[in-house]
């Protein structure tokens, strides 16, 4: 289990089964945030700051990550757990009144997003994923060499982790970023990387776990737009492609030159989507572009 860091106690949602991170700022419409694996609500700072105030930006981290408390097992990994956090997160954001928020989730908080959009225990206005890891959709409709790309890289993943190699999570990183992704990150940010590699083989868990049935994903209802870098990796573009198709009211658009590491690489353009996407919602609902 990752450490967690100490709090300022007006930044947290004193949860039952422990602290969530939790912070605001700017003024109008509510968005909340979330991050992805081996990450925390910071993430988003180059987004919010592109946004200038326009919007409320509420951000969390998920289980084992910055000020979150994990509530996870490796033999009790469900994709619930972290569900949960982020419904906290969506009740505090929305206040007494309930209004509906709009929901953002990057990389594993895009899965995570679309889970709790799907359980449906949250008042939500739209949600945006940015490149969800979603392997169950690639084999439910018999992708099956797009999923073996997730599973071949996890296999080889999780077997490094296994042997004690320190930075096994690299394999993860450059199937996302691109070979040398890791190696070219600063020393501190890889230093964390690898110190939430536990964490990130619970996320891998779940994210396994969850399965998004068709039926399901046409049952949902709220708004939703999906983006992709234009340099990802072919298997997680055919992924969330195929969420926006077998949603009801999706959209898809390819944010060209970017990979999966937008919200650091291409802020002020992922920025720029968000803000369309619920001003959209805000004013009159309309077909996204396909290309930005």
């Not at 979150?68 to 906290?88: F, G, K, L, Q, S």
């Not at 968000?274 to 930005?292: D, F, K, S, T, W």
Request: a neutral charge; charged letters at 20%.
């Amino acid at each position: 289990m990752a450490q967690t860091q100490m709090k300022d106690p007006t930044n947290v949602i004193d949860d039952r089964l422990g602290c969530i991170d939790y912070d605001e700022s700017g003024h109008g419409p509510t968005i909340v945030f979330v991050p992805g694996s081996c990450s925390t609500g910071a993430a988003w700072r180059p987004v919010i700051a592109a946004l200038a105030g326009r919007f409320r930006c509420v951000t969390t981290s998920l289980p084992g990550y910055g000020g979150t408390a994990e509530r996870r097992t490796p033999i009790d990994p469900p994709m619930a757990r972290e569900v949960e956090i982020v419904e906290e997160v969506v009740r505090r954001a929305a206040g007494p009144g309930n209004d509906p928020i709009h929901l953002v989730g990057h990389s594993f908080g895009g899965l995570v997003g679309l889970a709790v959009a799907l359980r449906g225990q949250a008042r939500l206005a739209s949600l945006v994923i940015a490149e969800a890891p979603a392997p169950s959709v690639l084999r439910a409709y018999g992708e099956i060499e797009h999923y073996r790309a997730f599973r071949d890289m996890t296999d080889r993943y999780f077997a490094a982790f296994q042997r004690g190699e320190p930075e096994a999570i690299a394999v993860m990183i450059d199937f996302y970023g691109g070979r040398g992704t890791f190696a070219s990150w600063p020393p501190r940010v890889r230093d964390y990387v690898v110190a939430t590699t536990p964490v990130n083989i619970l996320d891998w868990t779940s994210a396994y776990g969850y399965l998004l049935p068709p039926v399901g994903l046409l049952a949902l209802e709220i708004p939703v737009h999906v983006v992709c870098g234009g340099d990802s990796h072919p298997a997680v573009r055919r992924a969330n492609e195929l969420l926006s198709i077998h949603l009801r009211d999706a959209s898809f658009g390819v944010l060209k030159r970017a990979a999966h590491f937008m919200i650091a690489t291409h802020a002020a353009e992922l920025a720029d989507i968000v803000a369309r996407h619920v001003g959209r919602q805000i004013a009159h609902p309309m077909p996204a572009p396909l290309i930005y």
